[in-house]
């Protein structure tokens, strides 16, 4: 998944907790494995995973697939219908037009964007939870997880976690958070948000408990040209990086949930973020613009302890 993972757990019985983290890193490793769309991220000894064949068997036949995959498809297409297609897996063509994944960015021309746009569309992606099959009916079409496999990991990893008995547990994983139960003490885990312009400052502090944070910005994955920074977080309706905002932060229940809404309200912008995810259930939301106007989500105000630095304001 291209980040460090951390695990921590506290347990009186160190064997117990020694077996529970080993059993989280599995999952990790099992999910990575799965959805890793390059053939070089795979080990020499490993057959190819899900997302491999499935990128590699485009326009020619259905492939047969795990029960993970197929769970991660169905939840994608799902916020992948609900916000119009601000978030879509099939976003792989245009990550391999800039470059993102491999080894060179670079600014590509509007006619390879172009050509790049019509091989990508969520609609047409044909998953079969009977039969455990996934289809891309169009040769070039390539599917992406990356912007939901490390929150479905980590919600996998929390259950093995859970069923190994331990109550007090912080996963973090390159920007997405999971806080499981409160600290030893009862207090609420404490997670920073990172200052987006700031390398180690936070904007804020959030209290969580029993819930995931996750955090994407045009700072994680990014190269500049002629002074201009082209990150990783692109719209799907475009092709081209998504600019009006430069951090969304969303705690939800579900890690999965709240790794697809980072990218999704990144691309919707602060004005339909808002308005999304304010009408969504158990979820709340941090979103920075490149003005530094902070948009927060009424119900996570009383999680919320802002730092003043940076010289962010907060608005509504």
Not at 49 to 69: E, F, M, R, W
Not at 164 to 179: D, Q, R, S, T
Not at 198 to 205: E, H, P, Q, T
Request: charged share 25%; net charge negative.
């Amino acid at each position: 998944m291209n980040t460090l993972v951390r695990i921590q757990v506290i347990c009186e019985d160190e064997e117990k907790g020694r077996k529970a983290l080993k059993q989280a890193f599995d999952v990790f490793r099992k999910i990575d494995h799965l959805t890793n769309r390059f053939p070089e991220g795979e080990l020499a000894t490993s057959s190819p995973g899900d997302v491999l064949n499935i990128n590699g068997s485009a326009g020619l036949k259905p492939v047969k697939v795990s029960v993970d995959t197929v769970r991660i498809i169905q939840r994608s297409q799902y916020y992948a219908r609900l916000t119009g297609g601000a978030f879509d897996i099939t976003i792989g063509p245009i990550m391999d037009n800039w470059g993102f994944g491999k080894g060179i960015q670079y600014v590509p021309a509007d006619e390879e964007i172009s050509r790049a746009l019509s091989l990508v569309d969520y609609r047409k992606v044909e998953a079969d939870p009977g039969k455990g099959t996934v289809f891309l009916p169009e040769p070039g079409m390539s599917l992406d997880l990356g912007g939901v496999a490390k929150g479905y990991a980590m919600d996998e990893a929390v259950k093995a976690l859970r069923e190994a008995g331990m109550k007090h547990a912080l996963i973090n994983a390159g920007g997405c958070v999971y806080a499981l139960g409160t600290r030893p003490d009862g207090e609420p885990w404490r997670v920073g948000i990172q200052d987006p312009r700031s390398n180690g400052d936070i904007v804020a502090i959030l209290s969580l408990k029993d819930s995931a944070a996750v955090t994407s910005g045009d700072y994680q994955r990014y190269f500049e040209q002629e002074g201009v920074r082209y990150h990783h977080i692109i719209d799907p309706s475009t092709g081209k990086q998504a600019r009006d905002l430069i951090q969304t932060t969303v705690v939800a229940e579900s890690a999965t949930d709240a790794d697809i809404l980072s990218t999704a309200l990144f691309v919707l912008g602060p004005r339909r973020g808002m308005s999304f995810v304010e009408d969504l259930p158990g979820t709340g939301a941090v979103l920075i613009g490149p003005d530094k106007l902070v948009s927060v989500t009424a119900g996570l105000i009383d999680q919320l302890t802002f730092t003043g630095n940076g010289g962010y304001q907060i608005v509504g």
